[in-house]
């Protein structure tokens, strides 16, 4: 049966990049380059590095350490561990769901605008455009019964993409990566030298990089490059458990760990220079100063963004596809990481086949997204966007760190990571696991609750409490459902 076959990845370029392909997405190029502006400019990059260091890599490398020696969905392998600690393991795989659902549909609204940018279709005002015609209906949960038709169809395209290239085997995967990742790569490139030849580029990367060094000593930068580095390398969501799972055995882990973390850097780095010298150029155009363009997310890429291909003239019919290309390119490649995260933990518990649990995820999942896609849809979609990926996120990272440090014991990990692999880990590495990762990001979590949990809005508060319900109840349900067979989990000694 296709479920229970072993799956391995054909070739190391193959994995990594899937791994790149799931940690290149959005977050590299529509946040990471305002976080950088905002909180410091060049002086971010001393918490950012920081923050790689002591979290990113010690933690990637516990994440694939964990998938390549136990070779398990991360349900499973918390079974193995304890039978109660499933119900975590499927916690945070629900968050991996979830945060699929929704990212899928940002996904959708990137791909109306990658066509609207072959003729400027989004007219002479790009701000009234986007909510008139994307993020429809106000900050309430009035227009939850209308949809937004072309945004359900892509999302159900979308659905159908997914579903396609993970149905079969993890083949057309390696397909897909293999050759958008390094187009994607190319076609920055493309954009950042263009960006360089613009009039005015300098004065966007003196407004990106000036050091703002007495910024430092406020906690708030360093809550931002913690939170920057854990959502833009996918941790903690065991899609490096999943896709390590699948390594052979001869694989070594911390020289993949390392390519994956520096090409992440790499890309957001780069594509930051490129989007403030087009910023710079827009404002030598505009006359605007730089704090009134900048921005992140949506309002950058949909908004900004075309405004500044509307004063570009003809060389934006070129530039405007490519960069909304490169959305596209990077948001897929991360959801295809997503959605085989999921896939893989239904398939491990329930013997299902490739094919089945990508068509029972497919249709739950479909039927969430399409609620992102009604009038009230970009609203629930901002606050399930910041109750999931900074509170529930943090939870399962430092869950996860308590677990393997403490309850599975890291330090038996040691031997496997270390068999292959040039770079070593020893005790330091399991003290930053058991002691230090906890404490920080206990910290971060507080920091991120005390900023999104409100009680001044009631839509607000019943989209929270649906989300945690969510989050509660599914995982129990699926713990409680029985397996296909119990002694195919064995207990870990
Ligand atoms: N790392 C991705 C980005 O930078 C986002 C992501 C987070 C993707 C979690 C998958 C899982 O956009």
Known sequence: MQGQQKTRWNSRFAFLMAMIGSAVGLGNIWRFNYVLYSQGGGAFLIP????????GLPFLILEYGVGYHLRD???????????YLEVVGW????IVFLILTYY?????????????????GWGADPNMFFSNNIVVGGDDLNSITSFVLPMSLITILLWIVLWYTSCKSID???????????????????????????????????????????????????????????FSLSMGLSIAITYASYLPDESEITGNV??????????????????????????LQSGLPIDQLATSGAGLSFIVFPQVFNVMGNSAYILGPVFFLCIFFAGLTSLISLFETMRNALSMKFGFTRRKSSTILTIFGLVISLVYTTGSGSFILTIADAFLNNMALILGVILQAVIFGWMYGVEKLIPAINKNSKLKVGKTWTAVIKYILPVILSLLWICEVIDVITFDDINVLIIQIIIAAILIIAPIVLTKLPAKDENSTPKID
């Open 104 to 120: 899928l549909v940002i996904v959708g609204w990137d791909v109306i605008y990658l066509a609207l940018s072959f003729f400027k």
């Open 48 to 55: 950012y590095i920081t923050a790689i260091i002591v979290m």
């Open 258 to 283: 390392v390519a994956v973390a520096f090409s992440n850097s790499f890309f957001e780095l780069f594509t930051a220079i490129g989007v403030f010298s087009i910023l710079g150029y827009m404002s």
């Open 91 to 94: 916690f945070i795989l629900l």
């Open 172 to 230: 057309r995967i390696e397909k897909i990566v293999k050759s958008l990742i390094p187009l994607l790569f190319l076609l920055m490139a493309f954009i950042v030298f263009y960006s360089l030849t613009l009039p005015g580029h300098m004065i966007g990367l003196q407004a990106l990089f000036r050091p703002k060094w007495e910024l430092l000593s406020d906690p708030s930068i360093w809550v931002a490059a913690f939170g920057q580095v854990l």
């Open 73 to 83: 969905s991360l349900s499973n392998i918390l079974k193995r561990i304890k039978p």
